[in-house]
């Protein structure tokens, strides 16, 4: 084992980059080829004590701030943004466990999820809202001291694979966006079943399926912070952290790109000469080195601000996840520029991670819902 993980920010990405280089690079590829989920990488992480570092030393954690969170993700992402992906959903649920569940299922998940023994998932979209929760149709009707609940959802993240599920569902449909709801739903819970896995462009492990609720009963005290309250948990936890683990993928899909397509430069000749020689290619290597640290810069930047002041920390998420997301598409694509026909195949990693960094532009909330968002918010409308 590489290690247990510590307090600080450094001591939390070597480690990651430890397993991540050494464990998890490795079979990165075979992977994405089979769309097979890195259910070994998950353990991994979980022995390791990196899964649980958002969560305060009570439940197993470190309560590392945001900055490092993103900056773990980076470093997984690096090695494999689906294997990333997964750690950050469930991640997500593990601090809305913490902040917004009863004692009682905190006492019975939180510890086995931060040690990697029980993985989470969040569900949020259905085919008729994509990446709008305010849309969501899938109901949770009271029946004495159960909910009872109906509906779908679809491309959501460790799907059929995670034991636990946070689910957005509506408690009360009169009263729009305050009659929304969060359930905790265990995966053995009758009539709760899934679809099989989506075969995605990119982010190929991540097991994205559809889920499908027929009159599932699940007990009142598996509510998640108060009734009506969904949005609130969602903004909070998958928008609040989520969001910035989202963003710290995106970098450090940039990272590694710029990486490759340096290296390339460096050692590919062509007529006796470097190509990193020729003016073309050092603009493309420089425009990718800018953009990299310009995201990894505001993802710092926007963390910092929402650490110090939480309320913050929905819009600074938006801002984090939105700019990084593009630059690493732009990166991702440059470095296929720099490597030519070489980078095209699937032989070389910046294919990999062209697919990869596209997803996340869609993944969570669009780009275009993203700058509506941050519109409203500067118009305050």
């Not at 294997?83 to 004692?103: F, Q, R």
């Not at 034991?163 to 569902?169: A, K, S």
């Not at 709801?181 to 896995?197: A, M, R, Y």
């Not at 290619?281 to 963390?303: F, G, H, K, R, Y």
Request: charged share 20%.
């Amino acid at each position: 084992m590489e290690g247990k993980i510590g307090c600080t920010q450094q001591e939390i990405t070597e480690l990651t980059g430890r397993i991540a280089r050494g464990r998890i690079a490795p079979t990165a590829g075979d992977r994405d080829t089979k769309g097979a989920f890195p259910r070994e990488a998950v353990e991994l992480l979980g022995a390791s004590g990196i899964l649980g570092m958002i969560l305060a030393a009570e439940h197993n954690g470190v309560g590392a701030n945001r900055a490092a969170f993103a900056a773990m993700t980076a470093e997984l992402s690096g090695a494999c943004a689906s294997t990333a992906l997964v750690a950050v959903s469930h991640m997500v649920v593990e601090k809305a466990i913490e902040s917004a569940a009863t004692v009682a299922v905190a006492d019975k998940w939180l510890a086995r999820l931060a040690t990697g023994r029980a993985l989470g998932a969040f569900a949020v979209h259905e085919a008729g809202s994509g990446s709008n929760a305010g849309a969501i149709a899938t109901k949770a009707n009271r029946e004495g001291n159960n909910y009872i609940v109906n509906g779908s959802k679809f491309f959501i993240t460790s799907a059929g694979e995670a034991d636990v599920y946070l689910v957005l569902v509506r408690t009360d449909p009169e009263k729009g966006p305050q009659g929304m709801s969060v359930l905790l739903i265990e995966k053995d819970t009758p009539g709760l079943s899934f679809g099989l896995p989506e075969d995605k462009m990119g982010l190929r492990g991540t097991s994205s399926r559809e889920m499908f609720f027929d009159n599932c009963r699940v007990p009142l005290e598996h509510l998640i912070g108060a009734e009506g309250g969904g949005l609130q948990v969602i903004g909070q936890n998958l928008v609040g952290w989520g969001f910035f683990g989202a963003a710290g993928i995106s970098a450090g899909i940039a990272r590694q790109a710029t990486r490759l397509a340096v290296d390339h430069a460096r050692e590919r000749k062509i007529a006796g000469l470097p190509i990193g020689a020729h003016q073309a290619v050092q603009t493309l290597l420089a425009d990718m080195i800018l953009q990299t640290e310009a995201a990894e810069s505001l993802i710092a930047s926007c963390a910092g601000r929402a650490d110090g002041a939480p309320a913050t920390a929905a819009i600074n998420g938006i801002k984090a996840k939105l700019f990084a997301s593009e630059r690493a598409v732009e990166v991702a694509d440059r470095a296929i520029q720099v490597m030519g026909g070489h980078g095209y195949c699937r032989d070389y990693t910046v294919e990999r991670l062209f697919r990869d960094a596209r997803g996340l532009m869609l993944h969570f909330k669009t780009s275009e819902l993203l700058r509506q968002d941050l519109a409203r918010w500067a118009l305050d409308v």
